[in-house]
Each structure stands twice: as structure tokens, then as C-alpha cells.
């Protein structure tokens, strides 16, 4: 009540957040406003920070959603789903759009791909009536996440995944040139390589973005050495209070696993998984997510 500003006779929906302690009850008292704000006609999205926490609570409550008949208008997810979802809110996928783009249509491609940001541009800037036919109101389950480093000041970018022999050779071959020499390695004796010029003409129109990517990749094979876990023949990192093998540190992490694999800490399947050139195609600010709904509501155990 004290979050949907009930107070007396009067109910004022605004912005608010509530502390509510470990132990005290923060799931059920977002399943319990996210059935009475659907029921009057909003729709809802419940974001966490945690894709387990976040698939938890969906699946614990959905009984009473479906009992409600609300199910269709509460959404849990993380804050990169959110995300995901703005981007691909007219229907299309916007990762799958550009990567086809890039990998079908050589010809021309930075332009049609200007187009396309264009466009996306303008849906990103649009409120959340034009997003959506009913407003959506935004619930944050442990909102004091949201604004450490690694959201609030930081970015989402869906990224396209070049995955093949051609980019697995020439990774392989950068980690090995780089084992060796170090911070000596010269970034011209890796482009004029055969496995450079193979993996060009699998890509041909991303000649110029690969030989960029190439500097990422000698920093990152040169700083391989991080923290991680090693699980089930597999490289993965703490996510907050859980496990995660869906967290990628670029080529750090590329690099990890052909180290590990050496040491028959990682199987083939997973290191073969892992090899991938990643280019980044969109930058979406977790700061504009607030943007999106017309009221956000949040609780956490540290306000």
C-alpha cells in the first residue's frame, strides 16, 4: 500500500522505492503489486539483476497470476532482457537483423546498417505509450543492484558472434604468437598471417573490423590469466550471488579457455563453444531503462 502511495482515501501512483529486509518478504510483495497493478490495467516488468533469482519468482508465482488471469501481462527478466526486449519491441530482432545484414549483403552494408541505427534510434528515444498500447510500469527487485558499476554508468551491447574453423584457427594461432613473445608482438606480423587472410575471406566485407579486433585480441591473450571457475570441464564466473557460464570477458575469456584446454581443464566441446571473434553491433545505456516506463517501483534489503 505504502508503495502504490495509498494513503487515507487517496492513491497516488509515483516513483517509489521500499527497504524491506533479508528474510521479510521482497518476493511476495512484488508478486503481490505486480498482480494488483495488472488487474487494474497496467502491465508490468519485474527486473532483477539475477536470471536465477528472476526465473525463481516467476515460476513460484505463477499459479496465483494464472488464478488472477494475469499471467500475460507480468514479464520477470534481467535488466539485460529488458533491454533486449526495447530493442526488439516492433517485432523485429535487432541482433538478427544487423548480423544478416553484415554477413549476407557485403555491398553496401554500412549504409543499409546506418539506416537501420536510424531507425532504432528513433525507437529508442520514444516513451513507453508508443512502445506500448497499455502503459507498463517497471519493478525492481533489489534496486540497490542497479546502480553499481556493473549497471548504472554501464552499457547492454548485443554483440554478432563470428564462429567458425577460419575465426578458431586464426585465435588459436594469435594465442600462440602472443605466448611467445609477448608484449613484443607486432600486430603487423598477425594481419599478413595465412590464418589472418583465410578468416578476411571467409568475411571479406569485415576486413577492416577484424583487423581492429586484432588489438583486442592481443590485449586480451596478454591479461588471460583472471579469476574464474572451472566446473564440469567448463570456464565460468561468479555472477553476484550465483554461478554463471553466460559471462564472457571478451578474449580474456577466449584465451582462458585455450590455456585451460591445454591443461585438460576444459573439453573440446566447450572450447570449441568459446572460440568466437565477438564485434559489438549496439550500446544501450542501462541509465535510459528508467526512460521506458511510465512509474518504477522497487524494494531491496539495502534502500
Given at each position: 500500500m505504502?508503495?502504490?502511495g495509498i494513503?487515507?482515501?487517496?492513491?497516488?501512483?509515483?516513483?517509489?522505492?521500499?527497504?524491506?529486509?533479508t528474510?521479510?518478504?521482497?518476493?511476495?510483495?512484488?508478486a503481490?503489486?505486480s498482480?494488483?497493478?495488472?488487474?487494474?490495467?497496467?502491465?508490468?516488468r519485474?527486473?532483477?539483476y539475477?536470471a536465477y533469482?528472476s526465473g525463481?519468482?516467476q515460476?513460484s508465482?505463477?499459479?496465483l497470476f494464472?488464478?488472477?488471469?494475469?499471467?500475460k501481462?507480468?514479464?520477470y527478466?534481467?535488466?539485460?532482457?529488458l533491454?533486449e526486449?526495447?530493442?526488439n519491441?516492433?517485432?523485429?530482432?535487432f541482433?538478427?537483423?544487423?548480423?544478416?545484414?553484415?554477413?549476407e549483403k557485403p555491398?553496401g552494408?554500412?549504409?543499409k546498417l546506418?539506416d537501420?541505427?536510424?531507425?532504432?534510434r528513433?525507437?529508442?528515444?520514444?516513451?513507453?505509450?508508443?512502445?506500448?498500447?497499455?502503459?507498463?510500469?517497471l519493478?525492481i527487485?533489489?534496486?540497490?543492484v542497479f546502480f553499481?558499476?556493473?549497471f548504472?554508468?554501464?552499457?547492454?551491447?548485443p554483440?554478432m558472434?563470428?564462429?567458425d574453423?577460419?575465426?578458431?584457427?586464426?585465435?588459436?594461432?594469435?594465442?600462440s604468437?602472443?605466448?611467445?613473445?609477448?608484449?613484443?608482438?607486432?600486430?603487423?606480423t598477425?594481419l599478413k598471417s595465412?590464418?589472418f587472410k583465410?578468416l578476411v575471406n571467409q568475411?571479406?566485407?569485415?576486413?577492416?573490423l577484424?583487423?581492429n579486433?586484432?588489438?583486442g585480441?592481443?590485449a586480451?591473450a596478454l591479461?588471460?590469466k583472471?579469476?574464474?571457475?572451472?566446473i564440469d570441464?567448463?570456464l565460468v564466473?561468479k555472477?553476484?550471488?550465483?554461478i554463471?557460464?553466460?559471462?564472457s570477458?571478451g578474449?580474456?575469456?577466449?584465451?582462458?579457455?585455450?590455456?585451460?584446454?591445454s591443461?585438460?581443464?576444459?573439453?573440446?566441446?566447450?572450447?570449441?563453444e568459446?572460440?568466437?571473434?565477438t564485434l559489438m553491433?549496439?550500446?544501450?545505456?542501462?541509465?535510459?531503462?528508467?526512460?521506458?516506463?511510465?512509474?518504477?517501483?522497487?524494494?531491496?534489503g539495502?534502500l
Open positions: 505504502l508503495l502504490l494513503v487515507y482515501d487517496k492513491e497516488h501512483l509515483d516513483n517509489r522505492l521500499a527497504q524491506v529486509g528474510g521479510e518478504g521482497k518476493s511476495v510483495v512484488l503481490g503489486l498482480s494488483y497493478l495488472a488487474l487494474v490495467g497496467f502491465k508490468v519485474c527486473a532483477c539475477s533469482l525463481r519468482d515460476a508465482f505463477m499459479p494464472e488464478r488472477l488471469g494475469v499471467e501481462e507480468i514479464k527478466g534481467t535488466f539485460n532482457q533491454c526486449d526495447i530493442l519491441s516492433d517485432g523485429t530482432n541482433k538478427e537483423e544487423v548480423t544478416n545484414m553484415i554477413l555491398k552494408v554500412f549504409d546506418a537501420l541505427v536510424g531507425v532504432n528513433v525507437k529508442l528515444n520514444r516513451g513507453p505509450n508508443e512502445i506500448s498500447t497499455n502503459p507498463t510500469i519493478v527487485d533489489e534496486v540497490d553499481e558499476d556493473n548504472f554508468g554501464n552499457s547492454y551491447c554483440a558472434k563470428l564462429r574453423p577460419t575465426a578458431s584457427n586464426f585465435l588459436q594461432y594469435v594465442f604468437e602472443v605466448s611467445k613473445h609477448g608484449d613484443k608482438i607486432e600486430i603487423k598477425l595465412p590464418d583465410n568475411y571479406p566485407s569485415l576486413e577492416e577484424l583487423e579486433q586484432v588489438h585480441m592481443v586480451g591479461a588471460y583472471h579469476d574464474y571457475f572451472l570441464k567448463k564466473y555472477d553476484n550471488d550465483t554463471s557460464p553466460n559471462i570477458y578474449y580474456k575469456t577466449v584465451f582462458a579457455n585455450i590455456y585451460e584446454h591443461r585438460n581443464n576444459v573439453s573440446y566441446d566447450n572450447l570449441t568459446a572460440l568466437q571473434i553491433i549496439a550500446e544501450f545505456s542501462y541509465a535510459k531503462l528508467p526512460n521506458y516506463f511510465q512509474t518504477i517501483l522497487g524494494v531491496t539495502t
